[in-house]
């Protein structure tokens, strides 16, 4: 499949919408960016942004790999609907305010902060050892593959990926000095997980709906043989 906006707005927006929800990468950029300031917490945010960096290369090669309509072709996208689905009902389930995650993140500090190179370190090791990040990755390029998305096509949606992480992350450091800023954040950020749950559960009864619908036509292939 070539470059497709509709498909495009899709995956964006689903990655997007998965980045407003804050997980651990966004407490440790949280506390970084109290404690030593926005721009030395820019180091976390690259190297969190690396890792998941290194999750959708391994998607992209790992499914361009697989022969497509193989059992463990559909089997891969069938778990990774399974798993979207999972994480959207865990987040409308468990939806809530952040304002004593936030508290507890810690306050202004006078402490000095780690070498440029400790701190990408951080960074990089709390986004490689997320097993969520390598599934949401995972699940979202099996998708793609399903669909027959092109290697150039998936390659620019990591690259995008990859820019969004790095700019969102950058973003909430910065933006983390601003009291009107996370006070709205965390206004609304039940609403937001909220949201971000029922399109990762609308994309994965899509992928679900695609699987069954390639698995009657592969029967019905076989049958008229």
Same mark, same amino acid.
């Given at each position: %499949?070539?470059?497709?906006?509709?498909?495009?707005?899709?995956?964006?927006?689903?990655?997007?919408?998965?980045?407003?929800?804050?997980?651990?990468?966004?407490?440790?950029?949280?506390?970084?960016?109290?404690?030593?300031?926005?721009?030395?917490?820019?180091?976390?945010?690259?190297?969190?942004?690396?890792?998941?960096?290194?999750?959708?290369?391994?998607?992209?090669?790992?499914?361009?790999?697989?022969?497509?309509?193989?059992?463990?072709?559909?089997?891969?996208?069938?778990?990774?609907?399974?798993?979207?689905?999972?994480?959207?009902?865990?987040?409308?389930?468990?939806?809530?305010?952040?304002?004593?995650?936030?508290?507890?993140?810690?306050?202004?500090?006078?402490?000095?902060?780690?070498?440029?190179?400790?701190?990408?370190?951080?960074?990089?090791?709390?986004?490689?050892?997320?097993?969520?990040?390598?599934?949401?990755?995972?699940?979202?390029?099996?998708?793609?593959?399903?669909?027959?998305?092109?290697?150039?096509?998936?390659?620019?949606?990591?690259?995008? %990926?990859?820019?969004?992480?790095?700019?969102?992350?950058?973003?909430?450091?910065?933006?983390?000095?601003?009291?009107?800023? %996370?006070?709205?954040?965390?206004?609304?950020?039940?609403?937001?997980?909220?949201?971000?749950?029922?399109?990762?559960?609308?994309?994965?009864?899509?992928?679900?709906?695609?699987?069954?619908?390639?698995?009657?036509?592969?029967?019905?292939?076989?049958?008229?043989?």
């Amino acid at each position: %499949m070539a470059f497709s906006w509709q498909q495009f707005i899709l995956v964006a927006g689903a990655h997007f919408l998965a980045l407003l929800s804050p997980g651990p990468d966004f407490f440790l950029i949280v506390r970084g960016a109290l404690l030593h300031g926005w721009r030395k917490a820019a180091a976390l945010c690259l190297g969190i942004a690396a890792a998941n960096g290194v999750f959708i290369a391994l998607a992209i090669g790992g499914f361009s790999a697989l022969r497509p309509h193989s059992p463990l072709f559909y089997a891969l996208q069938a778990g990774g609907c399974v798993y979207l689905a999972w994480l959207g009902g865990l987040l409308i389930r468990h939806a809530r305010p952040v304002d004593t995650a936030l508290q507890a993140a810690g306050g202004p500090g006078a402490a000095d902060a780690p070498p440029w190179h400790r701190r990408f370190a951080t960074g990089f090791a709390s986004g490689i050892l997320n097993p969520k990040n390598a599934l949401f990755y995972a699940s979202l390029f099996s998708l793609l593959a399903g669909e027959h998305t092109t290697g150039g096509v998936q390659f620019a949606y990591g690259l995008w %990926m990859f820019g969004a992480v790095l700019g969102w992350d950058l973003l909430v450091a910065a933006g983390i000095g601003h009291p009107a800023v %996370m006070a709205c954040f965390a206004r609304y950020n039940a609403a937001i997980e909220r949201v971000t749950g029922a399109v990762l559960l609308l994309i994965a009864a899509g992928g679900l709906w695609l699987l069954a619908d390639a698995g009657i036509a592969g029967w019905a292939g076989s049958a008229t043989q």
